[in-house]
């Protein structure tokens, strides 16, 4: 069983592209979590999804960034318009269920904006 | 919002215990220990949810105490490989049904031979 898969390990941007970071969750894992880590710091959340659903975004930016979760394929974390604070390492946890359960992390995406 | 650990850092000879503590200014719902290795994922060690409830994984354990709104990680007899940031991740009662985390600044452990 495969664990948490993203894509890319690591990409480079210039200011004001589009950056697309990709998660695949564990098999039988219908929950999607993303954090973002700054470098030295701790792991901050920003949106949870469930398939073709956005329930928690109070952690995403009201502007640039936006995130799915579609019936079909990975859940797709979407920057436009990068500014170097963007750059930081964003991870991707899954989970079988909601609340009170082990999340899985990926090996991140680590974003950097030049 | 966010817990605060202690210490923010230590450093460990092998075989040596240590002690990390989170503390939430907000009544908690469940607790979740990772580690994190410099440049990987972080890892799942272990989640409490209970008052007063006690895990334990080999020679790692952990303690939450919900009416103080803390948790405690014991590493004893540290190895080498207990060497990682470690992070504590509180879940509120307002978000129960969504598992989203608010995770401390972390705590780094460094375990030398």
């Known amino acids: 069983n495969a664990g948490v898969m993203q894509n890319p390990r690591h990409l480079v941007r210039r200011r004001g592209q589009e950056a697309r970071l990709r998660c695949s969750p564990m098999k039988g894992h219908s929950h999607v979590y993303w954090y973002r880590q700054l470098p030295e710091e701790g792991l901050k959340f920003m949106v949870y999804l469930q398939k073709e659903n956005i329930i928690d975004e109070s952690g995403m930016p009201k502007e640039r960034f936006s995130a799915e979760f579609p019936k079909e394929g990975p859940s797709i974390l979407r920057i436009q318009q990068v500014v170097r604070g963007d750059s930081a390492a964003y991870f991707c946890?899954?989970?079988?269920?909601?609340?009170?359960?082990?999340?899985?992390f990926g090996q991140g995406t680590r974003l950097t904006v030049v | 919002q966010q817990p605060v650990q202690s210490p923010q850092a230590v450093i460990l000879r092998e075989g040596e215990d240590a002690v990390i503590n989170c503390s939430s200014s907000k009544a908690l719902y469940s607790v979740h220990w990772y580690r994190q290795k410099h440049g990987e994922a972080p890892v799942f060690l272990m989640i409490l949810l209970k008052g007063g409830e006690q895990k334990g994984h080999e020679k790692i354990s952990a303690s939450f105490n919900e009416k103080k709104q803390q948790s405690s990680l014991y590493l004893t007899a540290s190895q080498l490989s207990y060497s990682g940031t470690y992070f504590c991740g509180t879940e509120l009662p307002g978000s129960s049904n969504t598992g989203k985390l608010i995770f401390g600044q972390g705590t780094t452990l460094q375990v030398k031979p």
């Open positions: 946890a899954s989970s079988p269920t909601s609340g009170r359960t082990e999340a899985f």
